[in-house]
């Protein structure tokens, strides 16, 4: 289910804006609507302030529904928390460059699990700050946000960086996916995509939709 290449464009509409009261039909309206992945934002309380869900709402979408799961962890130690979440059933394990542990080791483990490894920098983190890691993803994820929150407006200097990743990725011949979170519409996935995005997170403007077939094409001709 994972998309071949980078050059795929990817929707993953982001549970946070979905009805947890009905977690496995808000699931299927996403697979439905066609999206790609489902993003699946995990928060401490301590890494960013907010509190979501943890390994068992992982488990149980991976139970209900056949779709790829693309796990965000806003976590301040993801390393001690990851097995876990490799058990839960996660598709992709995104862990941030900031978060208190040691990034190549975390993302080491992950890819030994069979999982994807993602890295993840907030907009005050400089790109340089994941340069080191690069050869080590699948995906790299620059957040258009604070992270913590959802419904915040898209943060369009951070191009500047997704710009960066491409041109790295193409100068060392690597082949990471670069995703962009927070403020994904159909007009922002436009700006993202021209600067070298393809994985479109969405949550208000997929899961906040009636119509989230619609909303989940608009991302993806954007």
């Not at 301590?46 to 709402?57: E, L």
């Not at 975390?106 to 340089?128: D, V, W």
Request: net charge negative; aromatic share 6%; with cysteine.
């Amino acid at each position: 289910m994972i998309a071949k290449t980078y050059l795929d464009r990817v929707i993953a509409p982001s549970l946070l804006a979905a009805d947890f009261s009905k977690v496995g039909e808000e699931t299927s309206r996403a697979i439905n609507a066609g999206a790609d992945w489902l993003h699946l934002d995990v928060m401490d309380g301590h890494f960013v302030d907010n509190i979501s869900f943890g390994p068992a709402m992982v488990q149980t979408i991976h139970e209900s529904n056949d779709i790829f799961l693309d796990v965000h962890l806003m976590i301040s130690r993801p390393d001690h928390y990851l097995p876990r979440f490799i058990a839960a059933g996660s598709d992709l394990i995104t862990v941030h460059v900031e978060a208190d542990h040691d990034v190549a080791e975390t993302l080491e483990r992950i890819r030994e699990a069979g999982c994807q490894a993602g890295l993840a920098l907030n907009p005050a983190t400089p790109f340089s700050d994941v340069v080191p890691f690069l050869d080590k993803i699948d995906l790299l994820l620059c957040m258009t946000v604070v992270p913590g929150f959802g419904g915040q407006p898209f943060m369009e200097d951070q191009m500047e960086k997704v710009s960066e990743a491409a041109a790295y990725r193409k100068e060392h011949n690597l082949n990471y996916h670069i995703e962009v979170d927070g403020g994904i519409s159909a007009e922002t996935a436009a700006i993202a995509a021209k600067a070298g995005a393809n994985v479109m997170v969405a949550g208000s403007t997929t899961f906040g939709k009636k119509d989230m077939a619609a909303a989940v094409t608009a991302i993806r001709e954007a």
